[in-house]
């Protein structure tokens, strides 16, 4: 059995000492949460976090990463609700897993367009809700154990930008997601005093920390697997 992970750059490791973020070859730290518990649980481990990702191209990855025949364990953090994922529009077939996302903040002219005149936090919602459902399915019917974490709780929120639809997803998908005591783990680290880098990525401590948090819990999943 092996570990994989899915995600941003929570997942990849970003600003800790040994991931490198080079474009062509990038390599996620062997310190993040959930390497560290899959050291803990004695499997081996594979990181398919990409930095800046969102949502649809986390799902992506965990589909084509289920293996017929083989019970991997998969663990899972989603990201910012508010990220748009989209393939490259010129690159033909065989560029159709080349995910690129628009990102609030970040200065382009297309991002500016859409945040303007296209998003909305009900999509955001319903996109992300059908994204975690999609992958509770596919992952009960290949018989996948897995752990899902997240870092948006805005999609499970039922004051705004909502209907019956979307609190009927959040019904089907909220007994699946595990929080760090009512928190996202940046907020979590950060209100425990771990070390922040000054891109907003919670340090080796905090992983540490989050994976002796987490740990009992995938050991409780494995174990009913094998039952």
């Known amino acids: 059995m092996i570990v994989r992970s899915f995600g941003c750059s929570f997942i990849f490791g970003t ?7 080079d474009s062509l070859y990038p390599s996620p730290s062997s310190h993040t949460w959930p390497a560290v518990i899959s050291r803990e649980l004695g499997l ?6 990409h930095g800046g990702s969102g949502n649809l191209a986390i799902l992506d990855r965990v589909i084509k990463n289920i293996q017929p025949g083989l019970r991997d364990f998969f663990i899972i953090n989603w ?3 508010d990220r748009f994922d989209y393939t490259d529009p010129g690159g033909g077939p065989t560029k159709c897993n080349d995910w690129l996302c628009l990102r609030p903040g970040d200065p382009s002219q297309v ?3 859409y945040y303007r005149d296209i998003h909305s936090e009900y999509r955001d919602k319903l996109v992300t809700l059908t994204c975690i459902q999609t992958a509770i399915s596919v992952l009960e019917q290949a018989g996948c154990p897995f752990m899902m974490t997240y870092m948006d709780d805005l999609m499970l929120d039922r004051k705004f930008h909502t209907n019956s639809g979307i609190e009927r997803l959040q019904d089907l998908v909220r007994p699946y997601l595990i929080d760090f005591d009512g928190q996202d783990f940046l907020a979590w680290s950060r209100d425990r005093g771990f070390e ?3 891109s907003q990525h919670p340090l080796e401590s905090a992983h540490k920390a989050a994976a002796d948090f987490l740990t009992p819990r995938a050991r409780f999943l494995l174990e009913q697997q094998n039952k």
Not at 15 to 21: I, K, Q, R
């Open 44 to 49: 081996s481990y594979r990181c398919h976090a």
């Open 196 to 198: 922040i880098s000054a």
């Open 79 to 81: 990201t910012y609700i």
């Open 15 to 21: 600003d800790l000492a040994d991931a490198t973020a």
């Open 111 to 113: 991002n500016d367009v």
